[in-house]
């Protein structure tokens, strides 16, 4: 008898090895398949979401306390420089106005209801991080019975962030830019030199070292400077044109030195967001 | 006997709504901190700890198992993280218990292993089934000194009530722990 324990231990670890290779395996590729949630999971994925929103309350209420000290002390000086801003917007207002008008008579006159650049938006509040650095996953109040595809572009306050990766029926999973998930989609970019022709990229991966995103592929290097904004192209179908994803950082060559390779800073942080904005194409959706 | 079976039925809930505090506040810290480095909040494993001075380990294998299943599901959408990791530490807590007599500094240098091996396996099994891409260094500085500093803080901070818990039936308990062995 006592010869059988430690063969029935052995037994026993195989069993579970086996199982957490299978269950991991199984539900990853389903993940990155975009296949739709189980029921059980989904219900249970909203159930916790319920709960987890409920929780979240009372916690942001201290955490709003805090930041909102924080800010009290750089008021005088933000305030200073707002009201420099605020002279300026009022005449990029007028003008954003007029060309806006222009824009739909253009349209009108070409027939096309709507372009690339079109998009609804979906604002949804974040109820939630994993606790883990590298997957950068963010919990969100909104799913399917919203108009939540997997997919969609997620913005936060100034910049595109991340990207839904599943969706259940009253919340959603959002994997940010930062991610170093290895199985993400790309986002297609455009970079807009001051002078010369737009160029095109892909956004492939994120350099916590360096804190940018790296673009590759680049169709050309040429006129591009420090500074350039850089924004998607709406090629390709997932996201629309012009969603803004940050500032040229450096071009230099890869490590084969055969393609150029390019740093992009992120416009903002995104590790403090509390609400963001989900934008569902208008055009060229492939359904 | 009526104890403890009014125990089970609340014990899973707390364990519920600690693995939701844990990441809210972890969140709420990161925030504050600048998003630099990570501060993981370990309460559901203090709980753990706790219970396993009052339960039956099969009962608690059973409800970490539980709990790791909604933890993966609704953190990552891929089963088998948690699901592995707190189960483990449910065997590792009994294991090292039956061995040692807990006291202020034993409990403290347990929690350091505890709080290390969890956050080992669910970096380990993350990289084996390339889901992240990362390095052993930068985990060591950026995840697992912080939070190890954190959760030692936290625990004393903690200890007063904790120790009620823990010591509350552990001299009836610790005859029959230990006889068995």
Request: aromatic residues 10%; charged residues 20%; proline residues 3%.
């Amino acid at each position: 008898m006592k010869k059988f324990n430690p063969n029935k231990n052995i037994i026993i670890a195989l069993i579970v090895v086996i199982a957490v290779v299978l269950l991991v395996s199984v539900t990853a590729t389903q993940r990155n398949q975009k296949k739709d949630e189980n029921v059980v999971q989904s219900v249970t994925n909203d159930f916790v979401a319920i709960v987890d929103k409920g929780l979240s309350f009372p916690v942001k209420g201290v955490q709003n306390v805090i930041s909102s000290i924080q800010n009290l002390f750089n008021t005088y000086e933000e305030n200073d420089q707002l009201k420099r801003r605020i002279d300026e917007l009022e005449s990029l207002r007028s003008e954003n106005r007029s060309y806006k008008e222009e824009n739909e008579q253009l349209k009108e006159q070409l027939d096309l209801d709507s372009t690339l650049s079109n998009y609804e938006r979906i604002t949804a509040s974040v109820i939630d991080r994993s606790p883990d650095s590298w997957q950068n996953i963010f919990i969100i109040d909104k799913g399917k019975a919203d108009g939540i595809e997997v997919d969609m572009p997620v913005m936060g306050r100034k910049s595109l962030v991340g990207r839904i990766i599943s969706v259940n029926d009253h919340s959603s999973k959002v994997e940010l830019l930062t991610t170093s998930n290895q199985n993400v989609n790309h986002f297609p970019v455009m970079i807009t030199p001051k002078e010369g022709n737009v160029a095109y990229g892909l956004l492939e991966e994120y350099n916590p070292k360096e804190n940018a995103f790296v673009v590759k592929q680049l169709t050309s290097t040429d006129g591009l400077q420090v500074g350039d904004e850089v924004a998607t192209s709406g090629l390709g179908g997932k996201s629309p044109r012009g969603l803004f994803v940050g500032t040229v950082k450096s071009i230099e060559a890869n490590q084969f030195g055969l393609e150029k390779e390019m740093l992009v800073t992120p416009a903002a942080s995104t590790y403090e967001l509390t609400t963001v904005t989900v934008i569902k194409k208008l055009a060229g959706r492939d359904s | 006997m009526k104890q403890k079976t009014y125990f089970q039925w609340w014990l899973p809930i707390v364990f519920f709504l600690l693995m939701l505090l844990d990441s809210q506040l972890s969140y709420v810290v990161r925030i504050l901190v600048g998003g630099q480095v990570i501060l993981n909040f370990h309460l559901l494993l203090m709980a753990i700890i706790a219970a396993s001075f009052h339960c039956k380990r099969s009962y608690l294998l059973v409800v970490t198992t539980f709990i790791g299943f909604l933890y993966d599901n609704y953190y990552y959408g891929v089963l088998g993280i948690q699901m592995l990791a707190l189960p483990l530490i449910v065997l590792l807590v009994y294991w090292i218990f039956s061995k040692v007599e807990p006291s202020f500094l034993s409990l403290i240098v347990s929690l350091v292993i505890f709080v290390t091996i969890m956050e080992f396996t669910v970096f380990i099994v993350q990289i084996v089934f390339k889901l992240i891409h990362a390095t052993m260094l930068n985990f060591i500085v950026d995840v697992l000194g912080p939070s190890l500093l954190l959760n030692v803080i936290v625990f004393i901070l903690l200890y007063y009530p904790l120790k009620k818990i823990i010591f509350s039936s552990f001299q009836s308990k610790n005859v029959v722990r230990y006889s068995r062995s």
